[in-house]
């Protein structure tokens, strides 16, 4: 059964203009990366399809799929004729392709914003995202999938987030978010991993113990854009 | 006020100043010596609290990830020198595709096949033969997905040359130079070609001619 999902626009200034065709997103919702992209086109307002790829059954290594994500990962996008993957990049595209819808601050409105936002996603693509995404792996994916979990991979990993986090307690004492007082794209890059490892795992407290990166955790993960992220997981397993 | 680059001596930092001299602007920079542990110096953390390298200071802003910095000044000075983020929006899209490919699926394991070959003996580590090998395999299938794009298209993102390959100049450098891992970019004939045509740029030169590699085998 095909799935897609198209969200139709209620919206007045919509309505005037002829409607965009829908960006597509290639891939599951469960998939955290997948979910990076849905919770930026939520927040911008941009309508999409959702194209679902089986990963149980090896879609995303088929040759169709292989031809617009060579390293046979989710997600794919594309936009008319435009087609890319890597979900940080995507993010990037929509905030700049459609910058006068939804959050127009996302990605920030000048220059210097602008860089402290790169610099944050780069930190949570460098240095939080490699531990977090082995530990949701292990502790909330690899359970349901009957794989055996490294006990040894697991705190080494542990150890390492923990580290980072020390880092992101003291930035968010002095900050209300990580680029700086406004959500931006930096923040929704972390939202995907530390759901997972919050809700999924018992090792939620390594965010939620800690007492800055509780507040900002409380905060971005009861957008309305996330909410929606996490309903849409929740109608496809 | 002229900006500063910390740490040039290291790969990461080298693509901060690559990118500096391709917009033509002028750069200072500041040593870290990484084996004495300079980067865990308070000092230093309170410019980049992760202690890692680089961080530029640009008069009262500091800013440090060196894909970071490389997007603000190629973005900031875009009129001038080479244009490094191509010419439209969905360019600019091409070139953060092959940019964030190169953070999350090249440097990983080049990151740690430089660890292993040129960094364990200076730490006093045993080499992991196991970890190299898995990681040579792991880079080699990337290697083959970018022979593939690279046979299609002159540079990653396109027929111009950008951020996307810049970022990708300080380690190759050591694989090919201090790694004895040649093989791995001269086996395949357009990674080749397009590794000769992007390290040959003046700005790339420059670069190794004033900052040497601190490690060397």
Not at chain 1, 31 to 44: D, N, Q
Not at chain 1, 100 to 126: F, H, R, V
């Amino acid at each position: 059964m095909v799935e897609s999902v198209t969200r139709r626009s209620t919206d007045r200034q919509d309505q005037k203009f002829p409607m965009a065709t829908p960006v597509k997103v290639y891939g599951p919702p469960m998939s955290t990366a997948v979910s990076r992209v849905l919770a930026c086109l939520l927040e911008k307002d941009v309508q999409f399809q959702l194209i679902p790829v089986n990963m149980f059954k090896g879609e995303h290594k088929s040759p169709d799929f292989l031809k617009i994500q060579p390293f046979g990962q989710v997600p794919a996008f594309q936009d008319e004729s435009t087609s890319l993957f890597e979900s940080r990049s995507i993010c990037r595209y929509l905030c700049e392709k459609y910058a006068e819808k939804g959050n127009t601050g996302l990605y920030g409105t000048n220059p210097l914003a602008k860089a402290s936002i790169d610099q944050w996603l780069e930190a949570e693509g460098q240095s939080f995202n490699p531990p977090s995404s082995v530990l949701v792996f292990q502790l909330a994916f690899a359970p349901r999938m009957k794989i055996k979990q490294d006990q040894a991979v697991i705190n080494e990993n542990e150890q390492k987030l923990a580290k980072v986090l020390e880092v992101y307690e003291k930035r968010l004492g002095e900050s209300r978010f990580l680029a700086g007082d406004e959500f931006s794209l930096a923040d929704l890059s972390h939202l995907p991993n530390t759901h997972y490892l919050v809700n999924a795992s018992d090792r939620g407290e390594l965010f939620t113990f800690k007492k800055n990166v509780g507040r900002w955790w409380g905060e971005i993960s009861s957008r309305d854009s996330w909410k929606k992220v996490v309903e849409m997981q929740k109608q496809t397993t | 006020m002229v900006v500063k680059v910390y740490g040039p001596a290291y790969a990461s930092p080298k693509r901060v100043l690559v990118c500096l001299i391709e917009k033509e602007v002028e750069f200072e920079t500041v040593p870290v010596d990484l084996l004495k542990g300079e980067h865990k110096d308070p000092e230093y953390l309170k410019l980049q609290p992760f202690g890692t390298v680089p961080v530029t200071q640009d008069g009262d802003y500091t800013l440090y990830e060196s894909r970071a910095i490389m997007r603000y000044y190629a973005e900031k000075y875009k009129s001038q020198g080479t244009d490094l983020l191509g010419k439209t929006v969905e360019e600019r899209g091409l070139v953060e595709n092959w940019l964030e490919v190169e953070a999350q699926s090249y440097n990983p394991p080049m990151f740690t096949l430089t660890v292993q070959i040129m960094l364990s003996s200076k730490l006093g580590l045993p080499r992991d033969e196991n970890l190299i090998k898995e990681s040579e395999e792991k880079l080699g299938k990337v290697l083959d997905i970018y022979e593939e794009r690279l046979s299609k298209s002159k540079y990653l993102a396109g027929n111009f040359f950008s951020l996307a390959d810049l970022s990708h100049l300080p380690f190759t450098q050591y694989l090919v130079d201090h790694m004895g891992k040649e093989y791995m970019i001269k086996s395949r004939k357009h990674v080749s070609a397009w590794w000769d045509d992007i390290s040959s740029r003046p700005s790339w030169q420059k670069v190794l001619q004033l900052y040497a590699a601190p490690f060397k085998n």
